[in-house]
C-alpha cells in the first residue's frame, strides 16, 4: 500500500511564494513519475510539474518560470518552490505518484489548498 502524504500550502498575497512538499512511502516501483497536479473550483485536475525517475521534468505553461521542482534521484520526494504566486494559482494541489516498472500504479495525496488573495 503506497501512502502519498503532502505538507505545506496556506494562503499568501499575490506575489509571494509557497513551498509544497510530499513524499510517497511504500512504492516498490523504478521508473515512475512524481509531481503536483492542481484543481480549481469548478475545473478540471490539470498538471503543474512532474519529474520522471529518468529525470525528464514537465511543468504547465501557465507557471514556468515561477515554479521549480525538485526531486534528487531515486527519491520519492519532491518539493513545489512556487515564486510570483498569482490569484489564479489558487486550487487544491494534489501530490501524484504515478509507477511505470514493474507494474503501473496510480497513487494521490489527499490535497493541500493554496490560496493566493490579490
Known amino acids: 500500500q503506497v501512502r502519498v502524504v503532502e505538507s505545506g500550502g496556506g494562503l499568501v498575497q499575490a506575489g509571494g511564494s509557497l513551498r509544497l512538499s510530499c513524499e510517497a512511502f511504500?512504492?516498490?516501483?523504478?521508473?515512475?513519475?512524481m509531481g503536483w497536479y492542481r484543481q480549481a473550483p469548478g475545473k478540471e485536475r490539470e498538471l503543474v510539474a512532474v519529474?520522471?525517475?529518468?529525470?525528464?521534468?514537465q511543468y504547465a505553461d501557465s507557471v514556468k518560470g515561477r515554479f521549480t521542482i525538485v526531486r534528487e534521484k531515486g527519491e520519492n520526494m519532491v518539493t513545489l518552490q512556487m515564486n510570483g504566486l498569482k490569484p489564479e494559482d489558487t486550487a487544491v494541489y494534489y501530490c501524484?505518484?504515478?509507477?511505470?516498472?514493474?507494474?503501473?500504479?496510480?497513487?494521490w495525496g489527499q490535497g493541500t489548498q493554496v490560496t493566493v488573495s490579490s
Open positions: 511504500g512504492s516498490s516501483s523504478k521508473i515512475n513519475v
Open positions: 501524484n505518484l504515478q509507477g511505470y516498472y514493474p507494474s503501473y500504479s496510480d497513487n
Open positions: 519529474k520522471a525517475s529518468t529525470g525528464v521534468t
